[in-house]
C-alpha cells in the first residue's frame, strides 16, 4: 500500500517536472511568450521572494481570515434559519420567495455594495463570503432535517420520545452527512467570495495582490498567485474531507 | 412428544380488543370495515393478505399512529391506543438501526427513550444480545452488521422494552429466505421466553403458520375480516421440523383457500 502510493506520488512529481520544463523550453526558445503566460523558472523566483518577505504569508492570512469567519458566520446563521424554518414550515413559506430572489442574484454583483457600506478592509469580504455560504449551507440544512428517515421517526413516535429527544438523538445525526456536504461547498465558496471581493477593491489579500499584478502585467506574479489559490482550495477540501471521515465515521 | 399450544390466559383482560371497527380516511372507499378481533395476553396472532387490505393499518391504529375516527372501537389491555404507549413495542419491516450508534447502543436506544437508567438499560441490552446470538457484535456500527444480524438488533431492542404487548410489521419482509428462517425460530424462541403477546402483519403464509396460535385473513376494499384460523400446532416449535409436518401443511393450504376465496369474491 505504502509502496502504491511511492509509486503514485513519484509519477505525479515526475509529470509535474516535465510540465515545467516543457514550460521552460517553450517560452525560452520563443514558441510561447512569457509575456502572457508568464515561465516556470520566473513563477519560482516570484514565490522564492514572496515567501521571503513574508508577503505571501501576510495576504494568505488576510484572506484565510476572511474565508473562515464569512464561513462561520454565514454557516451558524444558515444552520440557525434552517432549524427555525423546519421547526415552522409557514415562516419559510413566508420567505421563501425573497430568499430565492436572493440566492439567484449573482452575489458578486452586491460587492461594490458591500464595499461601500463596509469599507475595503474585512468587513466587505466577510458579507460577500457569507451571503454565498449562508444559502449553500441554508438549503442543505433544511434539504438535511426533512430527509431524516421515517422508520427512525416513527420508531421514535413509537417509542414516546419527546421532541427534544428526538431532534438531538435522531433528527440532528440524521442529517448532519447532508448539512456537511453543504458546508463543504459552503467553505469553498467563502474563499471564492472573498478572493472576488478583494479582486474588485481590498487593501489587502491574495485577490488584491492577483488585481494588481495582473494590471502591472507582472504575468509570473499572476500565474503564482493562481498556483497558491489552486493549493489553498485543495487544502480547504481536505480540511473538510478530514473532518467528515472523523465526524462521521459510521457512514 | 407433542405438547399443547402455547396457554393464553383467558381470564385476564384482553390485550386488543377491536369491536366493529370502521375506518375510513378520504370519506371515499373505506379503510377497514366492521374488524372485530380479540386477542388475548400472551396469544400470537398474524394478520395476513393482500396488499392494501389494512393489515398495517389496523397494525398502526393499535400503535397510536393513525388516529380512530371512524365507528367502532379499539383497545389495549381496556384502554385506548396511545402514541408512545409504555406497554407496547413495535417493530418496523426494515430494522431501522441509528446508523450512528454500536449494536449495543441501538439495544438500549428503546429502553433510554423510555427512561431506564443507562445502566440497567446497558444491562439488559447486553443480555438481549447475546439472546439473538450476537454476543461479541455489541460494540460493532450497523454498517459492519448484515443485514440478519441488523434484524436480530431490532429484535433485541423490540424484546428489551418488555412491554407486554408487541406489534410487528412484516419484520422479516425483506430478508432472504434462509435468513428469515433462521429469525423465525429466533422470534419463536423469544417469545416462549418473554410470554408476550404478538399482533403479526405478514404477506408469508408459511410465517404466519409457524409462528402464531392463531392466523386472520383479510380481504381488501374495504379490509374486513375474512377468517380466523386456530394454529393448534404443538409448542415449542422449529422451523426444520414444522417443513415436515403434514398438519403444517394442511393449514397453510386451509389459509390458501380462504386468500383465494377472498380474491374470487372481490374479482366477482
Not at chain 1, 106 to 123: N, Q, S
Not at chain 2, 175 to 185: F, G, I, M, R
Amino acid at each position: 500500500m505504502k509502496a502504491e502510493k511511492l509509486r503514485w506520488g513519484g509519477a505525479h512529481l515526475l509529470f509535474i517536472m516535465v510540465m515545467l520544463g516543457l514550460g521552460e523550453w517553450l517560452t525560452t526558445h520563443g514558441w510561447l511568450d512569457p509575456t502572457f503566460v508568464g515561465q516556470p523558472s520566473g513563477i519560482i523566483r516570484f514565490l522564492w521572494n514572496n515567501i521571503a518577505t513574508g508577503k505571501l504569508w501576510v495576504d494568505m492570512g488576510w484572506t484565510m481570515a476572511g474565508t473562515l469567519i464569512s464561513f462561520t458566520l454565514g454557516s451558524v446563521a444558515a444552520i440557525t434559519v434552517g432549524l427555525l424554518f423546519v421547526g415552522f414550515p409557514k415562516l419559510e413559506k413566508f420567505f421563501d420567495p425573497y430568499l430565492n430572489a436572493m440566492n439567484v442574484m449573482p452575489r458578486i454583483a452586491l460587492a461594490p455594495l458591500f464595499i461601500l457600506w463596509f469599507g475595503l478592509g474585512l468587513g466587505s469580504k466577510i458579507a460577500v463570503g457569507c451571503s454565498l455560504t449562508f444559502f449553500i449551507v441554508l438549503s442543505s440544512t433544511v434539504a438535511g432535517i426533512r430527509g431524516v428517515s421515517q422508520d427512525h421517526l416513527t420508531l421514535c413516535k413509537t417509542l414516546g420520545a419527546s421532541t427534544f429527544t428526538t431532534f438531538f438523538e435522531v433528527t440532528l445525526p440524521g442529517a448532519v452527512p447532508v448539512i456537511f456536504s453543504g458546508l463543504r461547498l459552503g467553505l469553498i465558496y467563502a474563499l471564492l467570495g472573498v478572493i472576488g471581493a478583494e479582486i474588485i477593491a481590498s487593501e489587502k489579500g491574495l485577490g488584491q495582490s492577483l488585481a494588481y499584478l495582473g494590471a502591472t502585467f507582472e504575468v509570473n506574479g499572476v500565474m503564482a498567485l493562481l498556483l497558491v489559490l489552486a493549493l489553498l482550495g485543495v487544502s480547504v477540501v481536505r480540511a473538510m474531507t478530514w473532518l467528515e471521515k472523523r465526524l462521521l465515521h459510521w457512514q | 412428544m407433542a405438547q399443547p399450544s402455547r396457554p393464553v390466559d383467558s381470564n385476564a383482560s384482553l390485550a386488543i380488543a377491536v369491536d366493529g371497527l370502521h375506518l375510513n380516511f378520504d370519506g371515499s372507499t373505506p379503510v377497514l370495515s366492521d374488524v372485530t378481533l380479540h386477542i388475548r395476553n400472551g396469544e400470537f396472532v398474524s394478520l395476513v393478505g393482500p396488499s392494501g387490505c389494512g393489515k398495517t393499518t389496523l397494525l398502526n391504529l393499535a400503535a397510536g399512529l393513525v388516529p380512530h375516527t371512524g365507528k367502532g372501537s379499539i383497545q389495549l389491555a381496556g384502554a385506548s391506543p396511545l402514541q408512545g404507549n409504555p406497554h407496547v413495542g413495535y417493530m418496523l419491516a426494515r430494522d431501522s438501526l441509528l446508523p450512528w450508534k454500536t449494536a449495543l447502543e441501538n439495544a438500549m436506544f428503546g429502553m433510554q427513550v423510555r427512561g431506564v437508567p443507562r445502566a440497567q438499560a446497558q444491562e439488559r441490552a447486553r443480555g438481549m444480545l447475546q439472546e439473538v446470538g450476537l454476543a461479541g457484535f455489541e460494540n460493532m456500527l450497523p454498517k459492519a452488521l448484515s443485514h440478519g444480524m441488523r434484524q436480530r438488533v431490532a429484535l433485541a431492542r423490540t424484546f428489551a422494552l418488555g412491554s407486554p404487548l408487541l406489534l410487528m410489521d412484516e419484520p422479516f419482509g425483506a430478508l432472504d429466505a434462509q435468513t428469515k428462517l433462521q429469525l423465525e425460530d429466533l422470534l419463536l424462541r423469544l417469545c416462549q421466553q418473554h410470554q408476550q403477546s404478538v399482533l403479526f402483519v405478514t404477506h408469508d403464509l408459511s410465517e404466519a403458520v409457524a409462528v402464531s396460535d392463531r392466523v386472520v385473513v383479510m380481504t381488501s376494499r374495504p379490509g374486513r375480516i375474512l377468517a380466523d384460523v386456530a394454529i393448534d400446532l404443538p409448542r415449542p416449535r422449529s422451523i426444520r421440523e414444522l417443513q415436515k409436518d403434514a398438519h403444517f401443511h394442511e393449514l397453510y393450504a386451509q389459509l390458501w383457500g380462504h386468500l383465494e376465496s377472498g380474491w374470487s369474491k372481490h374479482e366477482g
